[in-house]
């Protein structure tokens, strides 16, 4: 079964052609109610299929050019089995889990094969709706949320310092393992990790960036998990072995 809330609806709102965001579960799990909500608020097209195989007939037209694919943690199995699909279905896109139990975010965190399908972002079912919407609002910029409980299996950083201060020039072999890990981090990510950096606290940050202060969270969550470290002081000592290497930092425009 199928939904969209582009057919048989009387409102007429213009979508973005670029982008539309696919929801894959039941309506228990996302009503009519939130794909509306989804749309009002961000002007794209929201779809809601019960299955990957009823989107795989046909039935829709998903032809945007970028698609976010939303999977409910109802489908992970089949998720884990065939993830060559639903990557097919997101293209351009990304792919995203929502989940209700930790649980199922950690069985699926654990057996992704981020070396052969890429990095999935995660989307907490279980929270405010601005959070919601927030972290949403990041997958549409592909920036891919990884919650705090998922960074902490990462490997931790030991014995960092209570405060960041710059380090001595790190060893070629060292810089050989950090950079590509710096260049997994969007635009934004590098501007919040170098003012975390700096030592300036969230709210500073946001009012540099011209964001919330939930935003430069996420962002740093993101951050933590794509770079390997549990807070922010390893976070800012990580920054400081690749300045080095990127001397001015990202410009904050």
């Known amino acids: 079964m199928s939904f969209s809330l582009s057919n048989g609806i009387d409102e007429q709102l213009n979508y973005s052609e670029e ?23 961000f002007g794209v097209e ?32 089949d998720l884990l089995n065939r993830p060559e699909d639903y990557l097919q279905v997101a293209a351009s896109g990304c792919l995203a889990f929502a989940y209700r139990k930790e649980s199922s975010a950690r069985f699926l965190f654990e057996h992704w094969d981020r070396a052969r399908f ?4 995660y989307l907490p079912m279980n929270v405010a ?23 902490d299996c990462l490997p931790a950083a030991s014995n960092a310092p209570e405060r960041p201060s710059p380090q001595p020039k790190p060893t070629p072999a060292r810089l050989s393992q950090k950079m590509p890990l710096y260049s997994k981090l969007t635009k934004r990510e ?7 950096s700096q030592g300036e606290s969230n709210k500073t940050i946001a009012s540099k ?12 969550h993101n951050v933590s998990g ?15 072995e690749v300045a080095p290497n990127d001397t001015r930092g990202p410009s904050l425009d």
Request: glycine content about 6%; some cysteine; hydrophobic content about 45%.
């Open 129 to 151: 709706p601005d959070v919601w919407r927030s972290i949403l609002r990041l997958l549409m910029h592909e920036e891919l949320h990884l919650p705090c409980f998922l960074a």
């Open 118 to 121: 890429g990095d999935i972002g």
């Open 46 to 77: 929201a779809m809601r299929f019960d299955a990957l195989d009823t989107l795989l007939s046909g039935e829709a037209d998903t032809n945007a050019s970028g698609q976010i694919v939303v999977v409910d943690q109802m489908m992970l199995e």
């Open 190 to 196: 590098k501007q919040v990790l170098r003012l975390v």
């Open 226 to 240: 794509k770079i390997g470290v549990r807070n922010r002081t390893a976070a800012a000592h990580f920054y400081f």
């Open 19 to 41: 982008l539309s965001i696919i929801f894959i579960g039941k309506e228990l799990f996302y009503s009519n109610q939130t794909l509306r909500s989804v749309q009002n608020e």
């Open 209 to 220: 960036l011209g964001i919330t202060e939930h935003t430069v969270k996420l962002h740093m």
